[in-house]
């Protein structure tokens, strides 16, 4: 395959006229930072969000222009408002505006988040989404995690997305466990880092979203980025979020990071579903002793502060780690776990939220007067 060279993209892009007879594309300033992975080209056109419709028909010349470099296996173009964000700050100037109508087909979204890396999330969201296929539910997933995605090795996924027979050549989502997975993991090679500023992950995220022919679902969980940063909280923003679930470890420093992720969502009028305890204790399988490795409760003791429902404590254990490495989901290899019991629990609550509109509402307390 014939190397490609960024050069050599800038220079086809160079022959597409910019609007309003400002030169080209490039000289104008419209095209963003070229991403190549392999045979694949990424890359944004930048527009005001008033022309985006007619910037269609130029994001697609650019698209065919790329497509046909050769060793070019393909281009991925995407329509971001960055230009129009960095004038007009504030909630409305994203990049993401056309998601604010949600997903055709989803009938909830489920954001799984941190507010640091490290805890469990990813784990924590393959779980949740298998946990709730248990209940009867369709389910889809996505890995919003543009920065590093797990979905593909969680679920033990490989293989590019094939191209769908509907118009615009959209993506088929890849399944397995009777769940259906877009991941941008999918489309660039597991040590490639993505080194992409704020819009051009709102891109991918955009396509991940609307340009994959998702198949009708009850909840569709979205395992986002750890933090708080651009991508998060324009997501947070944008998205018609149905409810968020923050993941946490016990110990003091991960509940600092979860508050600022539980109040960014709170910011957003996103309702949170609950708090889940993860890595919460260690039972010692020859021994039978329990240890508590980071604390233990925190999280609770965070949800009650806070007036969120806690959702449950996950405990730390070598074949769970073992066999996620492996891409075998606890829910599915390990049925009659602990660990499997707690996700279908946590799956319960959250679906109970979802449709009885509870969400948000700590269990109310029972008390006994003498």
Known sequence: MAEIDKERVLSELRRIAAPDGRGNIVSAGLVSEVAIDGGQVMFALNAEPAHMKSMEQLRIAAEKAVAGIPGVTRAIVALTAERAASRTPGPKASSAGQLRNGVPGIKHLVAVASGKGGVGKSTTAINLALAFKTLGLRV??????????????????????????????????????????????????????????????????????????????????????????????????????????????????ALIDARKGLNMFRKVNVPVAGIVENMSYFVCAKCGTRHEIFGHGGARAEAERLGVPFLGEIPLDTEVRVRSDRGEPVLEYMPDSLHTAVYRDIARQVWVGLEGGQLGRPAPRIVVED
Do not use: C, H, N
């Open 140 to 253: 889809a997933v996505l890995d919003a995690d543009v920065y590093g995605p797990s979905m593909p090795k969680l679920f033990g996924l490989a293989g590019k997305p094939e191209a769908s027979d509907a118009p615009g050549k959209r993506m088929k989502p890849l399944a397995r466990f009777g769940v259906e997975v877009a991941s941008i993991g999918f489309l660039i090679d597991e040590g490639t880092p993505m080194i992409w500023r704020g819009p051009m992950v709102m891109s991918a995220l955009t396509q991940l979203l609307r340009e994959v022919e998702w198949s009708e679902a009850d909840v569709m969980v979205m395992d986002l980025p750890p933090g708080t940063g651009d991508a998060q909280l324009t997501l947070a923003q944008q998205t018609p979020l149905s409810a968020a679930v923050i993941v946490s470890t016990p110990q003091d420093l």
